[in-house]
C-alpha cells in the first residue's frame, strides 16, 4: 500500500538527518524511528486507511523527531516533503524555548489537534515505542510522571486512532511494573 520509493526518501532523510545520534538505549536513533513507523503501519492496515493518509502518516512518523533533535528545518522538510509533512512535524516538535515541560507537551497538543488524524496518530506510536522500559538513570518519579503524561496524551488524542488508543491504554497500564521497581 505504501511505495518503497516514498518510505526510503523519508528514511535515508531521518538517517541522515539524525546522523550519529543514540537513543537512551545505546543504538542509532533510526531503530527509534523505524519503530515508530512499524506501528503506524499496523495502525494503517487495521484501520484500513486510505492510502493517502497511510502514506503521510508513515512519512511523517519516520521524520518526527528531525525538527526537534536534529539541523533540519521547517523550510528543509518544506522543500524536501511539502507543507503538509512540514506542518505536521512541526506540531510533533515541542518548543523548547518554554521553560516548563508540561506546558511545551501542552502546546504541541494544541497544535497537533489542528493536524489530521493521521498525523496525530504519530504521536500515539511515538508514546506507544517510548512505554519500553525507563532507562536505569529514571528515578521513580520521573517513571511516574512518564505514565501521567502518557495517559494525558492519550486523553487528548483517543479520537484519532481507535487501535492506537487501545495499545498505548494497554502500555500504560502494564508501565506500572516500573514505577515502583
Ligand atoms: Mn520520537
Not at 545520534?21 to 486507511?49: D, N
Not at 512518564?146 to 479520537?159: D, P, R, T, V
Request: with cysteine.
Amino acid at each position: 500500500m505504501f511505495t518503497q520509493e516514498k518510505y526510503l526518501k523519508a528514511l535515508n532523510f531521518a538517517a541522515k538527518a539524525h546522523g550519529e545520534q543514540k537513543t537512551p538505549y545505546g543504538v542509532p536513533y533510526l531503530t527509534h524511528l523505524a519503530s515508530v513507523a512499524m506501528e503506524i503501519i499496523h495502525a494503517c492496515e487495521q484501520s484500513q486507511l486510505k492510502i493517502e493518509k497511510a502514506d503521510l502518516a508513515i512519512t511523517v512518523a519516520l521524520l518526527h523527531d528531525t525538527i526537534e533533535d536534529t539541523d533540519v528545518t521547517y523550510d528543509d522538510l518544506y522543500s524536501e516533503f511539502g507543507a503538509e509533512v512540514a506542518e505536521a512535524v512541526e506540531a510533533l516538535t515541542k518548543d523548547k524555548t518554554i521553560e516548563s515541560k508540561k506546558d511545551q507537551m501542552a502546546l504541541s497538543i494544541n497544535n497537533l489537534l489542528t493536524q489530521p488524524y493521521e498525523v496525530q496518530m504519530v504521536k500515539l506510536a511515538d508514546r506507544i515505542t517510548n512505554m519500553q522500559k525507563p532507562p536505569e538513570s529514571w528515578d521513580s518519579l520521573k517513571v511516574l510522571n512518564y505514565q501521567k503524561e502518557a495517559k494525558f496524551i492519550l486523553s487528548c488524542l483517543k479520537n484519532s486512532n481507535l487501535y492506537l488508543s487501545k495499545r498505548l491504554e494497554d502500555k500504560i497500564n502494564e508501565y506500572v511494573v516500573y514505577i515502583n521497581r
